[in-house]
T-cell receptor, first 112, second 117 residues
Framework: GQSLEQPSEVTAVEGAIVQINCTYQ??????LSWYQQHDGGAPTFLSY??LDGLEETGRFSSFLSRSDSYGYLLLQELQMKDSASYFC?????????????WGAGTKLIIKP | DSGVTQTPKHLITATGQRVTLRCSPR?????VYWYQQSLDQGLQFLIQ???????AKGNILERFSAQQFPDLHSELNLSSLELGDSALYFC??????FGRGSGGELFFGEGSRLTVL
């Protein structure tokens, strides 16, 4: 079956670095996406990895290892505004249609 | 601003009633997705349309239905409402839904918050 696992909650200190892991079990894997959602807001796209390795976008980086069915989102120089929920989502091909399978989300709590 | 428009933003209704949520996708996007998010929960995929046709179904109840019109806007109909249907309903759009495309980025609207009393 399909499943994604990510921690339900992570706590970090302002200015620090935090890593949010995501492990997945799917068929027809094409790539791993990350989305950010502030309380009461809409999810917004952060990154997408289709190939192994690290993708960097400013303070955020995302990593993928297809052989390990594992990825992570790395947030550096944490700011209070980074307090949000972070969702990983696997893009897979089912019946010739590309679907997104979502994790349950990780709530990132940042302390001053 | 994602370019996806959802109306209404807030809706309060009673159990047993029926409501319609509306979504206008980004200009040029052919795929529309509907998601339900209950308080402090993850995103539950309901249904996807591509260019007017149903493409995929998720955990959508039989009391719920949706459609995508020729102008690509979509409506989600929720009937015989129950207290447990209270949630944020998100619409998202993307360029492609069938065949190889980009990273599959979804653009979400701000959501319709439904409260069933």
């Amino acid at each position: 079956g399909q499943s994604l696992e990510q921690p339900s909650e992570v706590t970090a200190v302002e200015g620090a670095i935090v890593q949010i892991n995501c492990t997945y079990q799917t068929s027809g894997f094409y790539g791993l996406s990350w989305y950010q959602q502030h309380d009461g807001g809409a999810p917004t796209f952060l990154s997408y990895n289709a190939l192994d390795g690290l993708e960097e976008t400013g303070r955020f980086s995302s990593f993928l290892s297809r052989s390990d069915s594992y990825g992570y989102l790395l947030l550096q120089e944490l700011q209070m505004k980074d307090s949000a929920s972070y969702f990983c989502a696997v893009r897979e091909n089912m019946d010739s249609n590309y679907q997104l399978i979502w994790g349950a989300g990780t709530k990132l709590i940042i302390k001053p | 601003d994602s370019g996806v428009t959802q109306t209404p933003k807030h809706l309060i209704t009673a159990t047993g009633q029926r409501v319609t949520l509306r979504c206008s996708p980004r200009s040029g996007d052919l795929s529309v997705y509907w998601y339900q998010q209950s308080l402090d929960q993850g995103l539950q995929f309901l249904i996807q349309y591509y260019n007017g046709e149903e493409r995929a179904k998720g955990n959508i109840l039989e009391r719920f239905s949706a459609q995508q019109f020729p102008d690509l806007h979509s409506e989600l109909n929720l009937s015989s409402l129950e207290l447990g249907d209270s949630a944020l309903y998100f619409c998202a759009s993307s360029v492609e839904g069938f065949g190889r495309g980009s990273g599959g980025e979804l653009f979400f609207g701000e959501g319709s918050r439904l409260t069933v009393l």
